[in-house]
């Protein structure tokens, strides 16, 4: 059966996304070089601090992937009425929960980091960085829904200018409040975090009232009818395996900084530059891999569960061929790159070893996240929770092993990096060729 979904079509749901990434890790790319002029303990406590954090919002990422992938489905099916019911209760739930989780986390957070982390400076850097980035956390759930019903319903045009707004606001918050200027108290570290908090609130506040003024009333967003447990129940059979699965990803990222950590305070200096390069790399994978999601369960909804593997073959070339241009450009320009983030030649001449594995890392992580995107946008994300479990504990063993048994280089410990990405892709083609998700109901 030829495929109806042309490569102009994935790119035109995509590339907003992508564009909405762009001016996300343009954030991440300024916290990480203003940090950077602060120091290495700062440097070092805002990756440990702001993964941490990560970690708790992945718990909202998973739970509004998995309204994204019941919204897609019901477009997919013609029944758009039930759209805004889906994401009526993802607000609402995920608002109480958003809440729940800052009362635990604000206060376990310090007795963690004292345990987690070796040097008592970064420690304390990370503790002060998570106890102000925290509070961003309900922000964050809030776009979170509503990205999921515009992804949901492939309108993903204002993700973008929503992103552009988050950053705009964060940079100059960022400049104002790490070093004092404009008038602002100095706070250092915690100038990085408060800043990060103020801007997720103007971006929620913006991609909501843009909402709110669409021509929404054939999804019936926004009429707030009642409370449904049968639905609840549906939504979370659907996200509990995505929550733990993402939250468990990002928290193997956070105990392989522990790792690297225990390396000393430069090698995890060089690691936070990696990291904020290495996540330009994952730029394009991100957006495809979301759209990869909901053009599957859109797919499966209309009948043509057929066309799942070779629409997720087509999107993953498309994909490959968007990461090698921006690899190439790392590989030439890497000492350049760095620069911006710091003028120590010992971190530069650190660093420039691990950019060369990050480059093939991203290919193997292209084909990763496009196939592993496709398990959970056909329903079966318990599988694919199964699949992340399983690689992930090959990836963190592989870091342990090179790292603190053999004691081995701070760039062949990040070859874990490759490692994942192989084995995901493997496994999740594997699983999408055997056909065993096509009677899954969501």
Same mark, same amino acid.
């Given at each position: ?187 250092? =570290?915690?100038?990085?975090? +408060? $800043? *990060? /908090?103020?801007?997720?609130? !103007?971006?929620?506040?913006? @991609?909501?009232?843009? &909402? ?102 087509? =999107?993953?070339?498309?994909? +490959? $061929? *968007? /990461?090698?241009?921006?690899? !190439?450009?790392?590989?030439? @320009?890497?000492?350049? &790159? ?102 899954? =109901?969501?």
């Amino acid at each position: 059966m030829k495929l109806d979904i042309s490569y102009r079509e994935i790119w035109r749901v995509a590339y907003p996304i992508i564009l909405g990434s762009v001016a996300q890790n343009i954030l991440n790319i300024t916290d990480t070089a203003f940090l950077g002029r602060v120091g290495e303990i700062a440097l070092g406590g805002g990756v440990l601090g702001g993964l941490l954090y990560h970690v708790l919002l992945m718990l909202g990422w998973g739970m509004a992937m998995g309204g994204q992938i019941i919204v897609a489905r019901r477009v997919g099916e013609g029944a758009n009425e039930a759209v805004g019911r889906v994401v009526e209760h993802l607000l609402f739930t995920l608002g109480a929960f958003a809440i729940l989780i800052m009362l635990f986390a604000h206060a376990l957070h310090p007795a963690f980091f004292s345990i987690a982390v070796r040097s008592n400076l970064v420690c304390d850097s990370a503790s002060s960085f998570f106890g102000y980035r925290l509070f961003g956390l309900p922000f964050a759930f809030l776009t979170y829904s509503l990205n999921a019903f515009l992804i949901g319903i492939t309108r993903t045009k204002v993700i973008t200018l929503t992103s552009f707004i988050t950053v705009f606001v964060n940079i100059v918050l960022d400049y104002g409040l790490i070093f004092g200027n404009f008038g602002l108290p100095q706070m250092g =570290v915690r100038g990085a975090a +408060l $800043a *990060s /908090v103020i801007a997720e609130i !103007a971006g929620a506040t913006f @991609l909501l009232v843009y &909402i709110s003024r669409m021509n929404v009333s054939k999804y019936k967003l926004f009429n707030f009818s009642s409370f449904s447990k049968k639905l609840l129940k549906s939504i979370l059979d659907i996200s509990w395996p995505l929550m733990l699965q993402f939250s468990l990803s990002i928290f193997v990222w956070f105990v392989f900084f522990l790792i690297i950590e225990k390396m000393g305070e430069t090698p995890l200096a060089v690691s936070n530059i990696v990291r904020s390069i290495y996540i330009i790399l994952m730029i394009p994978i991100w957006g495809f891999a979301s759209a990869t999601n909901s053009f599957v369960s859109q797919h499966i909804g209309k009948g043509k569960s057929d066309q799942v593997v070779k629409l997720v073959v087509k =999107v993953m070339v498309i994909t +490959l $061929a *968007s /990461v090698l241009v921006l690899s !190439a450009l790392v590989l030439l @320009l890497g000492d350049s &790159i760095i620069k911006i983030y710091t003028n120590d030649e010992h971190i530069i001449n650190a660093t420039l070893p691990v950019i060369r594995v990050i480059a093939i890392a991203a290919l193997t992580m292209a084909s990763a996240f496009i196939s592993f995107n496709g398990v959970s946008g056909t329903g079966s994300t318990k599988v694919s929770f199964a699949i992340e479990v399983f690689t992930l504990t090959f990836y963190l063993g592989w870091a342990y092993l090179i790292a603190i048994i053999l004691a081995k280089s701070l760039s062949l410990v990040w070859t874990s990096e490759v490692l994942y990405g192989i084995l995901v892709t493997v496994i999740s083609i594997i699983y999408l060729r055997t056909g065993r998700w096509k009677n899954r =109901v969501v």
